[in-house]
Each structure stands twice: as C-alpha cells, then as structure tokens.
C-alpha cells in the first residue's frame, strides 16, 4: 500500500460508504484522523501503515466533548450539507480530537474522541 494507492482510494467518491469500499478493497483494516491537522493513519493487517499529513494550520478543537453537537455533525455530513473540510470544523467544535475507523470484523465502526467523552457508529456499507 502507497500513498499514491491511498490517494487514488479517494478520488471520484461521492459519499463516505463509496470511500469505505474503496479503503477496504485497497486493505485499510482501520484508520485515524487526528481533527486539529486533518492527519490520517491508515492501517493494513499486515501492519503496513500509510500517514498522510494534513494542513498546516490547525483547526481549534474545543475543550469538552458535546455528544449532539457530534451526531448533528455526522448528520449533517451524511446528508450532503457539509463537505469534509466543514465536517472536520464541526466536529472540532464539538470537542472530537481525533476519530478512529474500524473497516475489518462483523462490526464496522467509527468512534469519535474526545476530553471527557466519545461517540461510537456503525458503519453501514
């Protein structure tokens, strides 16, 4: 697995459950996005792992979890009103410092974290 594998994952991909099937056919068995840089970790079982580096500038996470705040976000983004750069501003300003993706297993799900809280989702693909 590449970076230019990773990158080509991503591009034509209209919604989140496309972008999934395109990791998971590529062997993304799980990956993190840490919020403030928009940094990503994606893992194969193999324990290969691709880190693609995010902006520059960091966005501002807020201190404390907001559990609404986070699936109005998610929500938002599902139903097409956000793009990924805003959905990763909302769910900074809900408190999620990072999220994580598990892609392998029965139970596939995204778990976001933050300072005194975390939201868990399955993932339906």
């Given amino acids: 697995m590449t970076y230019e594998m990773l990158q080509e994952a991503y591009k034509g991909v209209e919604n989140y ?14 990956y993190t996005i ?22 520059n500038v960091p966005r501002t996470v807020a201190s404390k979890f907001d559990e609404t705040m986070t699936i109005k976000a998610i929500r938002d983004n599902q139903l097409g009103k956000t793009d990924y750069a805003q959905f990763l501003d909302d769910i900074a300003s809900a408190g999620v410092r990072f999220y994580e993706a598990t892609l392998n297993g029965e139970r596939k799900r995204v778990t976001y974290i933050g300072i005194g809280g975390n939201y868990q989702e399955e993932i339906a693909i």
């Fill in 17 to 30: 459950p496309g972008l999934l099937k395109n990791l998971i056919a590529l062997g993304i068995s799980s």
């Fill in 34 to 55: 840490e919020v403030a840089t928009g940094t990503g970790l994606y893992r194969a079982p193999e324990g290969e792992n691709v880190l693609h580096q995010g902006m």
